[in-house]
């Protein structure tokens, strides 16, 4: 299968902190790539790099063959305008940890908003996929709903509606369990896993190893700003070769 996305000796820092110290990872077509790791280890600022929303300090970052938030000018980058980098971002979905939804919205027009306003689709056209994508995470009863009217776990399918309304090449989750309550995270990953099914190139952090162990085709563990090991889950979380690895996985089995 031939790279969905490719990242090349990224680095990152935020003033004097080092956050990514040349990062290099390939995530081909159809592959959903788990990223593991301790708090502060750089994997949330990895996936903010691949949909620029931060801007790396050196290396690249492509997608389906195309530079992320610049154009290469001989051996220099430059970067995109604006409008083209929130052209690109629509190719690149994002569901985050707190949901980011909008709360004067009902669910269905937090769905069509970004079709609308961003790829021009026809109102009618948006709300057939909203109401379809809504169906498809089990909340098709609630779609005249507000944010603040559904349970965590009901607003994260939401998001993932939202992002899969835009028919991205690319799915990043960053965490997207994190802040629900227990009982509440299962009906998320079923959803993810759904999503995985149906061959959509993804990269997932979190820290459900179960998942990681029964969806991924690569699971990456970073620490330091670095990646210590990838591979898949059968060697990373069963055999892994790096003691770091190994440590971070005995804390959290």
Do not use: C
């Not at 000796?9 to 790539?33: C, I, M, W, Y």
């Not at 944010?147 to 090449?169: D, F, H």
């Amino acid at each position: 299968m031939s790279a969905m996305v490719e990242v090349r000796s990224v680095h990152k820092s935020f003033g004097p902190l080092g956050v990514l110290k040349g990062v290099d990872l390939q995530v081909r077509t159809g592959e959903v790539a788990v990223v593991l790791g301790p708090s502060g280890s750089g994997k949330s600022t990895l996936l903010r790099t691949i949909n620029h929303l931060e801007k790396v300090d050196s290396g690249w970052i492509s997608v389906n063959g195309a530079l992320i938030g610049y154009r290469r000018s001989g051996d220099r980058l430059h970067e995109l305008r604006e409008r083209d980098i929130l052209k690109q971002r629509t190719r690149i979905g994002f569901v985050f940890q707190n949901f980011h939804l909008f709360p004067h919205l009902t669910v269905l027009e937090n769905i069509t908003e970004a079709p609308v306003s961003a790829l021009r689709r026809p109102k009618a056209e948006a709300v057939r996929t909203a109401e379809r994508l809504l169906d498809r995470v089990g909340l098709a009863d609630r779609a005249g709903a507000y944010p603040k009217q559904l349970s965590g776990g009901q607003q994260q399918r939401v998001a993932i509606a939202r992002a899969l309304a835009l028919e991205p090449e690319l799915l990043l989750f960053d965490e997207p369990t994190s802040a629900l309550d227990p009982e509440l995270v299962g009906e998320v990953l079923d959803v993810i896993r759904d999503v995985a099914d149906q061959g959509t190139t993804m990269i997932v952090v979190t820290h459900e190893i179960g998942f990681a162990r029964e969806v991924a085709d690569t699971v990456v563990f970073m620490d330091g700003g670095r990646i210590v090991e990838q591979g898949p889950p059968g060697e990373v979380l069963d055999r892994p070769r790096h003691e770091r690895t190994r440590a971070f996985l005995a804390k959290v089995l």
